[in-house]
């Protein structure tokens, strides 16, 4: 039985369309650091290791992270739709790896952020795990009770190994991968919700 649900934002409820090559470029322009081989990634693990260039860094990536919200963000169009539906039965939680000011300009940009009891940022951890289990924690509901909303495989990693359920939303542009429960839309969410409560009612592998 879902009682609770942990939702991801970019690629989830909208989409930012920002890529870490342009995380990698402001980086550069603005900290003045060269990505390696590794691109943003391997900028940020060196940043991690020392205070200031790390605040640098973030300033940064919120400005872009802002100015996208502002000027190029895609808003699915169910998501208030379905956001509002769900928030009136289950408690809801959103984890982010974006930084707090952008998500709270696309909240209150969706008219949203009164539906989510709990919100984690990348300024609360940047692992998707840390971040799901923080969430788990503040809605003090049994993680198997749990659902997580993703669209990466990373969501659905670290969904699984925190023990929650997940459904991953695969819209038209990104790769399919096997072993989860697929939606191309958040249209399609609360009948899976109900389905999975359903077979749990009946005795059935959820």
Avoid: W
């Amino acid at each position: 039985m879902i009682e609770g649900i942990i939702f991801d934002m970019d690629g989830v409820l909208v989409a930012l369309n920002v890529s870490l090559e342009e995380m990698a470029k402001k980086a550069e322009d603005e900290v003045g650091v060269k990505p390696d081989s590794k691109g943003f990634r391997g900028i940020l693990e060196r940043a991690m290791r020392d205070g200031e260039f790390y605040r640098k860094l973030m300033k940064a990536i919120d400005e872009l992270e802002v100015s996208a919200v502002e000027r190029r963000m895609t808003v699915f169009p169910e998501t208030k739709r379905v956001i509002a539906h769900l928030g009136e039965r289950y408690p809801l939680a959103l984890v982010t790896l974006q930084g707090r000011k952008a998500t709270e300009r696309v909240l209150k940009k969706l008219g949203i952020k009164q539906f989510f009891k709990f919100i984690f940022t990348r300024e609360d951890s940047f692992f998707r795990k840390e971040q799901i289990e923080k969430a788990v924690q503040a809605l003090g509901i049994d993680k198997e009770r749990i659902l997580m909303v993703g669209d990466r495989r990373n969501d659905k990693v670290a969904a699984e190994e925190v023990g929650c359920k997940v459904v991953i939303v695969k819209r038209e542009k990104q790769a399919a991968f096997e072993g989860a429960a697929l939606i191309s839309s958040l249209d399609e969410l609360p009948k899976v919700i109900e389905r999975m409560n359903n077979r749990k009612e009946a005795g059935q592998p959820p």
